[in-house]
């Protein structure tokens, strides 16, 4: 009959966007959550000792360690001064900021951006409903989306005046 795959998604519209799972319509090609998100973001595991999560941490360029276990559920977050502060031989389980506040991936990224300033977050772990981490969004990375957004809107506004 010339269909292309069906979906019948039990969860819902909104599982399914919290899942990060390709979206359509009008507003699908706006920028979210987790496509500003870096996945390149070192992880580290309850168990670890910290020594071996700095490491990492430092040879990525990165100044933060997500926690996760072996499915990649986010367990808590090792920030620069918890990395600095600890000793090598520490075990992470004991130095991490436990339960770190997540967001799903289809929050709109002006949305992100507007939190992570009033909060004064820096950065913020973008996980699916399930708590799977997919990457870390940097405050800066959302407000330079933000910004590029409003550009392309306002361009793209003249246009339609012409």
Known sequence: MGFTP???YVAGKQDWLAAGLP????????????????????????????GEARKRVHEADWEECVVVNDERIVFGLLRANQL???DDGDVVADVMQPGPS?????????????????????????????GVLIGMLLRGDAEAATHRLHQQLGAEHEQEER
């Open 84 to 86: 600095e502060q600890a």
């Open 6 to 8: 069906v979906h019948d």
């Open 102 to 130: 997540t967001f799903r991936p289809h929050v709109h990224i002006e949305e992100m951006a507007r939190f992570m300033a009033r909060h004064d977050l820096d950065s913020s772990p973008v996980t699916t409903s399930d």
């Open 23 to 50: 979206r359509e319509g009008q507003i699908a090609g706006l920028p979210r959550a987790a496509d500003v998100a870096r996945a390149d973001v070192p992880t580290c595991g309850l168990d670890e000792l910290v």
